[in-house]
């Protein structure tokens, strides 16, 4: 018996869903050649029943359950009947959106779940038109077709790596940066696509991202597949106000859910590394003020040598800030430069350039007045030079105002979501409190 039953009267439309449910998972998928398995199938009502409740579920599925093809056929009955219910008023999709924590399982989903769950549809008639799902991911994993043009023909009398430089020229063909290897850190960030593009850009008309851009935006998309990093930025920007990432959706499932306070950590944390300053200077030099970015480079250069002899790193282990003289009269410098040099520039740099080196100076100012915030900790980047990391400690908080707060149904699941007590640390970490339109379970 599913808890929905003890407590929503179901209607004829959900009811219906539940009954397709049984059906795909009892008959369809057994002719198909997977067998049934009575936790998968009780998991994939369940699901349906928190989507359907405006609940939130937490999932509890161990290894080889099968919650993916679970929540694949709870969002797809969901969308079909629930439309049903609306077809007045409903003349789009709203796509489900799925967010995972690695590439792995984005691609797993893509290009092996929903392209068979699609075809089983479509073969025995339960869907009139194929399952379509798209990857979303961040600007900066796609390539701006003007930066790449300058780029390559800045270096073109340049000395090179040779493997750097062919990842470079590999992307005339490729725009994902993520499908090229060898691209240098430095070039990942100088040729993706900006935050903002230029109006009169020459490129726009045959720009490969915004082809992308429009492709992934269309109607007819059932699922946005996207790390859990970029959904809370989406769910960040819908909060501030501000344009949404994503197509707009009525239905969340969070996989690999124990990994999204990690994510949180990240967003609602900042950091700084000497990749992010070359890459202000580099802009500087472009906004002609070649002599300011020089001084910023080999002062900025001392910083973070100093740092590194003050600190002992093993083995890419992040470690805690030691406030030594040294470290601090260090800081102090370098984080007024940076400030000294958005005011001077002001008026003559643009205003994102300005908050760059604003956003490098707070960082270092956390680091000199530590607060109760952030937790303040050094990891060293690839080319083991020190990475000033500030995380906040409101990740509960976070998370209830940008995700759960926003009244989507969502399921999230996990083969750790349960421990010892049951979901209550799971619960503390996510913030999800008892005013959340929850519900939980364990299938083990
Ligand atoms: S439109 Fe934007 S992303 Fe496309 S080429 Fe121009 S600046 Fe780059």
Same mark, same amino acid.
């Given at each position: %018996? ?7 009267p179901?209607?004829w *439309?959900?009811?219906?869903?539940h009954?397709?449910v049984?059906?795909?998972f009892q ?7 997977l067998t049934v398995r009575?936790e998968?199938?009780r998991?994939s *009502? ?6 359907w409740?405006n !609940?939130?579920?937490l &999932?509890?599925?161990?290894?080889g359950?099968?919650?993916t093809y679970?929540?694949?056929v709870a969002?797809?009955?969901k969308?079909?009947?629930a439309?049903q219910?609306?077809? =007045?008023?409903r003349?789009e999709?709203?796509?489900?959106? $799925?967010?995972?924590?690695s ?5 797993a ?6 392209p068979?769950q699609?075809?089983l549809l479509?073969?025995?008639k339960? $869907?009139?038109r194929?399952?379509k799902a798209v990857?979303?991911k961040?600007?900066?994993? @796609?390539?701006?077709?003007s930066?790449l043009?300058?780029r390559i023909?800045?270096? !073109?009398?340049?000395k ?8 470079l020229l590999?992307?005339?063909t &490729?725009?994902?940066m993520?499908?090229?290897?060898g691209?240098?850190?430095f070039?990942?960030?100088?040729? &993706?696509v900006?935050k ?8 726009r008309e045959?720009?490969?991202?915004r082809?992308?851009?429009?492709r992934?935006?269309?109607?007819g998309i059932?699922f946005?597949?996207?790390n859990h ?6 769910a ?6 501000y344009?949404?990432?994503?197509s ?6 969070i996989?690999?859910a124990?990994k ?5 950590v990240? %967003?609602c ?8 300053? =070359?890459e202000i ?6 906004e002609h003020?070649?002599i300011?970015a020089?001084h910023l480079?080999?002062e900025?250069? /001392?910083? @973070?040598q100093v740092?590194?002899?003050? *600190?002992?790193f093993?083995?890419?282990q992040?470690?805690?800030?030691? !406030?030594t003289?040294?470290c601090?009269?260090?800081?102090k410098?370098?984080?007024? =430069? ?5 005011r ?5 740099i643009?205003?994102?350039i300005r908050n760059r080196?604003e956003?490098?100076?707070i960082?270092? &100012? ?6 109760r915030k952030?937790v =303040?900790?050094l990891?060293?980047?690839t080319?083991r030079?020190?990475?000033?990391c500030?995380?906040?400690?409101e990740?509960?908080?976070?998370? !209830? ?5 926003q009244?989507?149904?969502a ?6 979501l349960?421990a010892g007590?049951?979901?209550m640390?799971?619960?503390q970490?996510l913030g999800?409190?008892e /005013?959340n339109?929850? /519900?939980?379970s364990?299938?083990?």
């Amino acid at each position: %018996m599913r808890d929905a039953d003890k407590t929503v009267p179901m209607g004829w *439309h959900q009811k219906k869903a539940h009954e397709e449910v049984d059906h795909i998972f009892q008959e369809l998928m057994p002719k198909h050649g997977l067998t049934v398995r009575e936790e998968q199938l009780r998991l994939s *009502h369940e699901m349906l029943d928190a989507l359907w409740g405006n !609940q939130i579920a937490l &999932c509890d599925a161990g290894v080889g359950i099968g919650k993916t093809y679970a929540y694949l056929v709870a969002c797809i009955m969901k969308e079909k009947y629930a439309k049903q219910v609306g077809n =007045l008023f409903r003349t789009e999709n709203y796509p489900a959106v $799925i967010s995972t924590s690695s590439i792995a399982l984005q691609e797993a989903i893509l290009q092996e779940y929903i392209p068979f769950q699609s075809r089983l549809l479509m073969k025995e008639k339960l $869907i009139c038109r194929p399952l379509k799902a798209v990857v979303r991911k961040g600007k900066e994993h @796609f390539v701006c077709d003007s930066r790449l043009n300058q780029r390559i023909a800045s270096i !073109q009398d340049k000395k090179k790596n040779g493997n750097q430089k062919k990842a470079l020229l590999a992307l005339r063909t &490729c725009y994902d940066m993520d499908q090229v290897h060898g691209l240098s850190g430095f070039d990942r960030r100088l040729v &993706c696509v900006p935050k903002f593009c230029p109006k009169n850009c020459t490129e726009r008309e045959t720009c490969r991202y915004r082809r992308y851009m429009k492709r992934v935006k269309s109607t007819g998309i059932h699922f946005q597949i996207c790390n859990h990093n970029y959904l809370l930025a989406d769910a960040s920007h819908r909060t501030k106000g501000y344009n949404p990432l994503l197509s707009d959706y009525r239905a969340l499932v969070i996989d690999e859910a124990h990994k999204l306070p990690e994510a949180a950590v990240q %967003m609602c944390g900042k950091t700084l590394c000497s990749d992010d300053i =070359l890459e202000i200077c580099y802009l500087l030099e472009k906004e002609h003020q070649g002599i300011r970015a020089r001084h910023l480079k080999a002062e900025m250069k /001392k910083l @973070f040598q100093v740092i590194a002899e003050n *600190h002992s790193f093993e083995n890419g282990q992040r470690i805690a800030f030691r !406030q030594t003289e040294e470290c601090i009269s260090i800081l102090k410098e370098s984080a007024a =430069l940076l400030f000294e040099i958005g005011r001077r520039c002001k008026g003559s740099i643009s205003k994102w350039i300005r908050n760059r080196l604003e956003e490098a100076g707070i960082v270092l &100012c956390y680091f000199l007045v530590p607060g109760r915030k952030y937790v =303040l900790y050094l990891e060293q980047d690839t080319e083991r030079l020190p990475v000033f990391c500030a995380t906040s400690r409101e990740v509960p908080a976070y998370l !209830q105002k940008v995700l759960w707060n926003q009244g989507i149904p969502a399921i999230l699941t996990s083969g750790t979501l349960k421990a010892g007590n049951g979901f209550m640390r799971t619960r503390q970490m996510l913030g999800l409190n008892e /005013k959340n339109r929850k /519900k939980q379970s364990g299938v083990q």
